[in-house]
């Protein structure tokens, strides 16, 4: 059993963290605001993160397709939101997976999402409750100081590549299961809460691929079904040599709507895992199916492409430094073995 970093260190990270300069993020224009708790959302760690605005909600998202929707032999649209579709059920810009505000060790395994508090949280899939309370991040029963607060864990009933899924939320106010017990999907599992290290009420949501562990996560918004008409769009940033480009802003821009996403490449490869397939450091979900253009900022100059999202698929491109963009490119399925992850030294 792997131990886990120390609440010393937790600490010292902390006032490390807190020293730091916080990331400035561009506001997204969109038609309609509504005003959400809007403070700090930090997770599952006591995490700074930017300055907090309102979330822009659209007057109308559709109805998401059923699950598992996969269109290519590569997608894997597996879970369903695991908050109603009448409320806010996509994850926050702000700090979407890989996010390092908390520590370049412990990047954010997973993708939070608004929610008042006592919102229901529902089951993303069938499976069986592995775990269902206090003390998931240092697997300790009963552990009140946990920063996932209280957390339940799914083990799906199903895999991918012959690796169990699991998926995890956390923070909840209550936990409405026991272990062991057998859920479906939709079923309500517990409630919106703040327990743990969080200072606002939102779900943290996880999908783990091969065992149920910190280190084994995915990138959920490739796993996350889209909204009927919708399309997400994974990319592979590189510099003109092949090495990955951590913490680029990207500027995705619908050319139907003139609408414009800003979203960050990954903050590190420490700690989490790309996905086998896409092999990504790119990822936007929840985008209305048509045409974009990608415009990246790369050493002075702007650099463009355009692509076309289609609906209930994953739009992929490369970018290669000086050499640009290309959307036609394969993504380099790479063929792996459990585990996938590579877990570093705990400090
Ligand atoms: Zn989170």
């Known amino acids: ?185 939709g079923e309500m599992i517990g409630k919106v809460g703040r327990t743990g290290l969080a200072t606002a009420d939102h779900l943290h949501f996880e999908v783990r691929w091969g065992l149920n562990d910190f280190y084994a996560s995915l990138n959920p918004e490739l796993w996350l079904v889209p909204p009927e008409g919708w399309g997400v769009l994974a990319g592979r940033v590189m510099t003109t040599w092949g090495d990955p480009v951590f913490n680029q802003r990207v500027k995705v821009t619908n050319l139907d709507t003139r609408q414009s996403w800003w979203a960050q490449t990954y903050s590190t490869f420490k700690n989490i895992n790309r996905d086998p397939y896409f092999q990504e450091n790119f990822v936007l979900s929840d985008l209305p199916a048509g045409n974009y253009e990608i415009s990246l900022p790369y050493v002075g100059r702007d650099i463009k492409t355009r692509i076309r999202i289609e609906p209930g698929a994953i739009a992929f491109f490369t970018f290669y430094g000086f050499r640009g963009f290309n959307a036609q490119e394969e993504p380099p399925f790479i063929p792996t073995t459990l585990p996938i992850y590579q877990a570093s030294p705990t400090p």
């Not at 993020?25 to 509504?34: C, K, R």
Request: glycine residues 6%.
């Open 1 to 185: 059993m792997r131990s886990h970093p120390s609440r010393g260190v937790f600490l010292a990270v902390i006032a490390l963290i807190l020293a730091l300069a916080l990331p400035t993020w561009q506001p997204v224009p969109a038609a309609a605001f509504q005003s959400v708790t809007a403070t700090l959302l930090p997770d599952p760690y006591a995490t700074p993160l930017p300055t907090p605005r309102p979330v822009p909600i659209p007057a109308w998202r559709p109805a998401l397709y059923p699950v598992p929707w996969a269109l290519t032999v590569n997608d894997h649209f597996y879970f369903t939101r695991p908050i109603a579709a009448d409320e806010v059920n996509w994850p926050l810009d702000a700090y979407r997976y890989t996010g390092t505000n908390f520590s370049e060790d412990l990047p954010h395994t997973g993708v939070d999402i608004v929610a008042s508090p006592g919102t229901p949280v529902l089951a993303a899939e069938s499976g069986q409750v592995i775990w269902a309370g206090w003390g998931l991040f240092r697997l300790t029963p009963g552990d009140t100081t946990d920063p996932y607060g209280q957390a339940v864990v799914i083990a799906h009933n199903f895999g991918y590549l012959n690796q169990p899924l699991f998926t995890v939320y956390a923070h909840l106010s209550a936990v409405d299961v026991v272990r062991g017990q057998e859920v479906e999907i």
